[in-house]
Each structure stands twice: as C-alpha cells, then as structure tokens.
Nanobody, 128 residues
Framework: QVQLVESGGGLVQAGGSLRLSCAAS????????MAWFRQAPGKEREFVAA????????AYADSVKGRFTISRDNAKNTVFLQMNSLKPEDTAVYYC?????????????????????WGQGTQVTVSS
C-alpha cells in the first residue's frame, strides 16, 4: 500500500521559514514526478511546486516563485519544500502528491488530476 506522509508544518510569523518533508512508502517514485499542492479554507486545491524524477526540472506557481524551493532525495523516496519569506496568504493545508507514471523525460505536471497518490496534508499557518 502506497503512503505519503507529510511533516514540518506549523505556525510561523510573516517573513519566517518552514521546511516541509514528504516520505513515500510502498513503492519507489525515483522515475516519477512529485509535487506539492495547497488548499486554503473555502478554496480549491492549487498547485505549488513540482519536480521531475531526475531533480533537474522544476515548476512553480507564480505566487511562490523566488520564495519556495522544491527538492527530492530519491534514495530516501522523499520530497521537500523549503518555504522562505512566508506571507499570511500562504496559510493552507499543504499536500504532497506523486504520479504513478514512470517517464523517460522528467516531466513536471501541474494539474491536480495528474497525480495519483496524496498525503494527508500538513497545516501551515502564517501570522501577520
């Protein structure tokens, strides 16, 4: 059974930083895209960042470019999201996602529907 488990969320003041981690188990994702999404109360789940399987390709939402950095450790089947210069509008539940497809080209899908496996989410709250 595939599981994705996020950690690292919490409460932080505006301008602060947090680092989220997502550990996968049940299968390896070393040839699959992995990503982070978030969902604020009353809003739809939205794309934050994605990384191709090789680590050489990334995609970011415009709202987080220059502030957030996605990375992965395939040996540990783990993906990370470093979040700097946090703003109150970054407050949301953050979800890790993984694509079940294994690809030759390290693609970075941004659509919710692309991803097959999801974590339970971790709350990030940024106070002003």
């Amino acid at each position: 059974q595939v599981q994705l488990v996020e950690s690292g969320g919490g409460l932080v003041q505006a301008g602060g930083s947090l680092r989220l981690s997502c550990a996968a188990s049940g299968r390896t994702f070393s040839r699959s895209a992995m990503a982070w999404f978030r969902q604020a109360p009353g809003k739809e789940r939205e794309f934050v960042a994605a990384m191709g399987w090789s680590g050489s390709t990334t995609a970011y939402a415009d709202s987080v470019k220059g502030r957030f950095t996605i990375s992965r450790d395939n040996a540990k089947n783990t993906v990370f999201l470093q979040m700097n210069s946090l703003k109150p509008e970054d407050t949301a539940v953050y979800y890790c996602a993984a694509d079940k497809a294994e690809t030759i080209v390290p693609i970075t899908p941004v659509g919710v529907a692309t991803y097959d496996y999801w974590g339970q989410g971790t709350q990030v709250t940024v106070s002003s």
